[in-house]
């Protein structure tokens, strides 16, 4: 175990439903989705008017939604869950497996990159669904203000929806100064600059979003300047579509379509190069939604219904938490397994259970037995009588079955047990009935959630899919593995008992005999509070740990702050932790090795956003024998409350089978491969690299070690989310974001488990696999001058976005958007004799930034160039084409600038001045026309402007 870290996680399966942190499973039969839950945030003041106006909102977005889907889908069931800081009513019935990280849709304070927007957080591509929606209280609560900005309600719930459900994007374009922006213009091959636009029906008109006159084209990039805006006529439209681009216009009632027989007015626009056709390779919203459950092979078709208006439940959570830890003491856990258990138990129960929660133990082997009853944690006393309870030894057989009636029974003992949580923990297959297939049904009627964890990989098949069933967490900790199983109870805690602990730090070593191991770890200002130090051993002589403060306080035996049981060491801190580097060195005062387990805490300073990472594993299951190629994608989001941290170092750790050796994976927010948007504090990146049939254990760690991290802070919000009616709302020029560096920090946590079958013998053959496709195409600019276009795009790895550089990349172009879009390979290559910057053949590393400047073969009136590009590896996979960009080569004058200041001019002064004459000097480097004059006494260093 020598030299094992484990760190913090989130890993999602390709087009699955993540299993960790996952959202709360919305149903769909017969048209009508149930089981939707909004949930409102402990500390969003009580308003009951915020219940009121969700229920008008859903009841109007579901008649809308009914519309928009062609009478496939309404709301049906729409699920409340009030913050237990409200007042208690009859009317609120008690939750079960319902909590805020779960829900479909929050009410929160505002994200400050959105501030009262609506939107969805994606971080998946195509057709994979969103985590969750979000809403203020100001915008559902005040509705004048919100109609006033975003239009009808109802019809804005529907956009969001078709984030959240669908996975569809949208289709306007929109900036983002952190890198991921999608433009607002571009140049159609067969009617010219035309705005971004679902369907292209769509009226109105282009203007400066600051000066309210009309736009001047950008020479450089051949379309309107930056600051042009497209504004709708909101009386004069005729278009019908599209919900996914400005669902706020009275006649749009769908979703954009490419059926050439359905109605013109929402027909998709794919040649528009928005977010949506880039992600999904220029399919309609409606081609994305067939695919989907939902609608595949027909399912729900159109269907007449007297009522489109949901029913409503209000569901309120329990004041407490109440979790029974159900520990196998079979005779399988004999000897190092039930010590370890019993170590890390103690340690959970002593150090992560707050004081307030419930805690009960229940033992099992061949039958079960209540070891202590659930009771609130009120005092060191109750504490110390329950880790008496935590089993030593084991023998006998292994009824899982047993151990969940008996939870059960534990949590009925308090009261109703909805909401309870059991903690399963074995490391064998069921050997005596009742099975847990006996127990779901009680579990799911009686609203139990249940967490497992297997501690072997011979552990029972069956208890990922209990976990999800249940809407619990499934875990994996190898023989022997502490870190993985401490985490495993943390993470439990964490996630239903609304803990506010942070992990720092998680690691094992092995110190051999008479040796000491030094190690340091940073404590940022946004931690400090309860800061607790562990160090545990299962055998031989007691360590020696010898801790530094940042201000050169030692910390030893002896000190106050140093406490020793039979087999922890604990320093914990008093008041706030001193921000810095902490150091600690620990001795093993014995002759034979030792192995010693880690763990650092801390809690938030009061009124102080932590930064905190998160896990997900999307799948507990994946099959690699069938024909598609099969991946995970890993994600782990690093944030500051609701707004990102950039510039970590975040790597996830697999413990993969059949031996337990851990695979490294750094993780990437580049927008490129796995990882759908630039700098949004997700870091993501494939994985694939299987070596056996089995559990694969996840862990995350992100730090700051070398300094580079940002903290994104926002001084006037953007437009991004549900596009406003006006788009001058939430202009940016760029002044309004800006990043502060972060102290050194570090943050761990537990990713969960999944499990892989048909790996093939020996492990993948990576030679199979392309590398991905390329997403962020953009056109950086265009000189008429040269003939030149400069693409560039983010470059990806030889195997998805794994290993090194891809060998090689095809540029291909055309006149016409569609013989590109159609027919990739037929249409013309750019050579090497056209690159005049950049190389074909030498992609730089994965991740790093891609340029080209590229000589075309015409330039003038009407003349419009389309471009994509794929990458390929030596093996010649090549990845799916690009998104299509387009460049224009006409001649673009430079602007009128003096033209329109001079009439602004004339009316700032009241009609008294204006500019008569305006001298333009060219440089004699440039092109020699006749209508250039002599410059005579005119130079530059002269100029007036410059």
Known sequence: MAGKHCLLLLALVWCSHAVFNRPYEIKLQNNEYTDVLVAIHKDIPEDPRIIDRLKEIFTEASQHLYVATNNRTYIKEVKILIPNTWSKTSEYLPAGTETFERANIRVDVPNPLYEDNPYVQQKGGCGEAGDYMHLTPKYVVDKEYGEYNWGSYGKTIVHEWAHLRWGLFDEYGFDDPLGGSYPHFYVSTSMGIQPVRCSAYTAGASQHAVTGNRCQVDPATGLPEDDCRFYPHFSENRATGSYMFMQFLATVTSFCHSDPEGDPLSYHNREAPNKHNSVCGGQSAWDVMNKHEDFAGGANPPRAVNSTDPNFILLQKSDFFRIVLVLDVSGSMDGEPILLLSQVATRFIRNTVSFGSSVGVVTFSSTASIRHPVVSVNSDAVRNDLIAAIPTSARGGTCIGCGLRKGIEALEATGPPQGGVILL???????????????????????????????????????????????????????????????????????????????????????????????HLYVDNSVGENTTFSFSWLDGLRPTVRMVTPLDLVITEGHSMYDVTSDTITIEIPATATPGKWTYNITNNGPDNQDITIIATSNPVKDNEPIKVTAQVSTVSLDYSSSQLAAQKIYAP????????????????????????????????????????????????????????????????????????????????????????????????????????????????????????????????????????????????????????????????????????????????????????????????????????????????????????????????????????????????????????????????????????????????????????????????????????????KTFERANVR
């Open 638 to 937: 690093v944030r500051r409350g609701y707004l990102p941290v950039i510039g970590a170092v975040v790597k996830v750790l697999i413990t993969k089978p059949p031996d337990g050796q851990v695979e490294e994976i750094t993780l990437l927010d580049n927008g490129a491969g796995a990882d759908a948007v630039k700098n949004d504090g997700i870091y993501s990146r494939y994985f694939f690299n299987f070596t056996a049939d089995g559990r694969y254990g996840v862990s995350v760690m992100a730090d700051n070690t070398k300094g580079e991290a940002e903290y994104i802070v926002i001084n006037r919000a953007r437009s991004n989310g549900a596009l406003p009616m006006n788009p001058g709302t939430g202009y940016i020029n760029g002044g309004n974001v800006h990043r502060e560096p972060l102290e050194q920090f570090q943050r761990m946590t537990t990713g969960g488990v999944f499990e892989v079958q048909g790996v093939p013998s020996g492990g993948v053959n990576t030679d199979m696999l392309p590398p991905s496709r390329v997403d962020d195409l953009k056109v950086m600019e265009v000189s008429y001058a040269s003939s030149s276009v400069m693409l560039s795009w983010t470059a990806l790895g030889d195997d998805f976005d794994q290993g090194g550089p891809a060998h090689y990349f095809e540029v291909r172009y055309g006149r016409h958007f569609g013989q590109l879009a159609d027919n990739f390979h037929g249409s013309a290559s750019i050579n090497h004799s056209q690159v005049l910057q950049g190389s074909l053949t030498s992609p730089p590393e994965p991740g790093s930034a891609q340029t080209i400047v590229i000589l075309v073969p015409d330039r003038g009136d009407n003349v419009t160039f389309v471009f994509a590009v794929r990458m390929c590896d030596e093996a010649d996979n090549c990845g799916d084409p690009s998104n299509i960009v387009s460049a224009n080569l006409e001649y673009i004058p430079e602007p009128e600038i003096f033209t329109e200041a001079s009439r602004d001019l004339y009316v700032a002064t009241n009609n008294r001045t204006f500019f008569k004459e305006v001298k333009i000097l060219i440089p004699n480097t440039w092109t020699k026309k006749p209508e250039y004059l002599p410059a005579g006494t």
């Open 425 to 519: 923990i074995t490391d064998g297959e069921e050997t005596d009935s009742p099975h847990i297939s006996d127990v779901i049904p009680e579990l799911l009627r009686k609203e139990i959630i249940v967490d497992t964890v297997a501690i072997s990989q011979n552990a029972d098949a069956k208890l990922e899919s209990l976990a999800e069933e249940t809407g619990g967490l499934s875990f994996f900790s190898g023989n022997g593995d502490s870190i993985a199983l401490d985490n495993a109870f943390t993470a439990t805690f964490e996630e239903t008992g609304e803990s506010t602990g942070v992990n720092l730090l998680s690691e094992e070593q092995t110190i051999s005999g008479r040796q000491t191991y030094a190690n």
